[in-house]
């Protein structure tokens, strides 16, 4: 079998996968900065790198990963200023609603979810350290990095000192304070000072909070280590983000911080970026109305990750449509004949079911040893649906129905036969109805199909209460 073979932003070609230390891989992707509600593109990001590590952890490695979040930083404060809350209230409920996203999209939670608020300490030692080596400078409320004290800045962008353009965040000062303050534009916030009012911590160079790049730096040194295998993000972060990311971590240690650099590519709308700034986005929250999670992964996995996809209601339409035809294919056996089947697997069929998994296992590994190419993983579970729905053989046809459940599993994907789900509304209507059939039994005498009907109800955890006027009312025991 091929090596597992990944696209290295930081080489710009595929190069052979070879973790740091056998099978084991420290894994890190850049989570949200909870100013506001995660959209599709923030689903995107998370799917990937969810399948990601879950290919790994299918490949036999020891997979430690860790998504950040972002809770304190200038969009945030500026939003909360906007709204009238404090920053740290905005940022509480923007977490509880993305791990809820998450959740809903079924998205494994991460080995370590670090936020920024927690290392405070250790992201003030990281800028310390710069300083007594000599990349940053203080100056004024701020502490800077100084870009040209690290030779190798721009080689995840391919481009040199003169080519780059700042990549600081705005901050609440203006830009001329900024340029004031700063040896070059292209050097970067590590601690920025706190205006009146804002939120801040103690620090060696007065109160303040750190800057953007410094969080992720100062949080993989101290979950996992100096060095690890695979960084991920969105490909929008390559420039500023991680290549400050990679300046500060290598001018402070000396050693690579991450051997792969790994970015998905953005989710568009009439070829632009979704993203907040535009105003041209959606809502996990609000696509969950109508689409099912499944729906929403298999459109994000039909794609390449280093492909763009544009977003359109015909794209989604498709997906739910694909994503309908694996479900009727797993749940294409009753519930008898699989009972009747799991115990005739365990005996005679157990070596079919083997050759039918080693088969589609390989199609499967040889997609995803391919830079993780989940479209061409999702175009072998059709494949196996395919043979489900032409197999005549009911032996056979549970064999192919457990190689694309297993599969599926690996991509994130539950399908799960959710149009057979009844929403609480919809429960109760059905009731209701069940009810006046019951009451109509009764006003004919029919006290069989009436009592019938009470006691399947009873069975489901539905007690029935008669009432003086004839009628009937219903709770849940």
Excluded at 259 to 266: A, I, P, V
Aim: charged content about 25%.
């Amino acid at each position: 079998m091929s090596p597992l073979q990944v696209f290295n932003t930081l080489t710009a070609k595929k190069e052979d996968f070879v973790a740091l230390d056998g099978k084991t891989v420290r894994m890190y992707a850049c989570g949200p900065t909870v100013y506001s509600l995660s959209h599709l593109g923030h689903a995107r990001m998370a799917i990937v790198f969810d399948v990601i590590q879950r290919y790994l952890r299918y490949s036999g490695y020891d997979v430690t990963f860790v998504r950040n979040i972002t809770d304190v930083d200038d969009k945030i404060i500026n939003r909360a200023a906007e709204i009238g809350i404090r920053p740290e209230q905005l940022a509480r409920e923007n977490i509880f609603t993305f791990w809820r996203d998450m959740r809903l999209l079924n998205i494994a939670p991460p080995d370590f979810e670090p936020r920024a608020t927690e290392y405070i300490h250790p992201m003030v030692q990281f800028v310390q350290g710069l300083i007594d080596s000599g990349h940053a400078y203080k100056s004024g409320p701020d502490v800077y990095f100084e870009v040209s004290s690290f030779k190798d800045y721009g080689k995840l962008r391919k481009q040199n000192l003169d080519e780059l353009m700042s990549g600081a965040r705005e901050q609440v000062r203006s830009q001329q304070d900024l340029k004031n303050l700063k040896r070059s534009p292209l050097d970067f916030a590590l601690w920025k000072g706190a205006v009146a009012g804002d939120l801040g911590w103690p620090s060696p160079w007065g109160h303040g909070r750190p800057g953007w790049h410094l969080e992720c730096s100062a949080m993989i040194k101290n979950v996992l280590g100096e060095t690890i295998d695979i960084h991920g993000g969105g490909e929008d972060l390559v420039f500023p983000h991680h290549e400050n990311e990679i300046a500060q971590s290598e001018a402070l240690h000396s050693k690579p911080l991450a051997r792969y650099w790994l970015h998905n590519s953005f989710v568009q709308i009439d070829a632009e970026k979704m993203s907040k700034s535009l105003g041209n986005f959606r809502t996990i929250q609000d696509l969950l109305q109508t689409y099912s999670p499944d729906t929403l992964r298999l459109l994000l996995l039909q794609t390449h990750y280093r492909s763009p996809i544009e977003f359109t209601n015909d794209s989604l339409t498709a997906a739910k449509s694909g994503l309908q035809r694996l479900i009727r294919a797993v749940h294409s056996v009753s519930e008898e004949e699989a009972a009747d089947l799991q115990m005739k697997k365990q005996a005679a069929d157990s070596e079919l079911t083997k050759a039918v998994m080693q088969q589609f296992q390989s199609e499967f590994a040889r997609a995803m040893d391919s830079d993780f190419n989940t479209a061409a993983a999702v175009a072998v579970l059709f494949g196996i649906a395919d043979k489900i729905f032409q197999e005549t053989s009911a032996s056979r046809r549970l064999s192919y129905i457990y190689a694309l459940d297993s599969l599926s599993q690996i991509l994130g994907l539950t399908l799960e036969d959710t149009g057979r789900l009844i929403d609480t509304d919809t429960a109760g209507n059905v009731i209701d109805l069940l009810l006046e059939i019951r009451n109509s039994a009764r006003v004919k005498k029919d006290f069989a199909t009436s009592d019938l009907i009470r006691d399947r109800l009873a069975g489901l955890g539905v007690k029935v209460m008669d009432t003086a006027g004839g009628g009937a009312s219903w709770e849940r025991d």
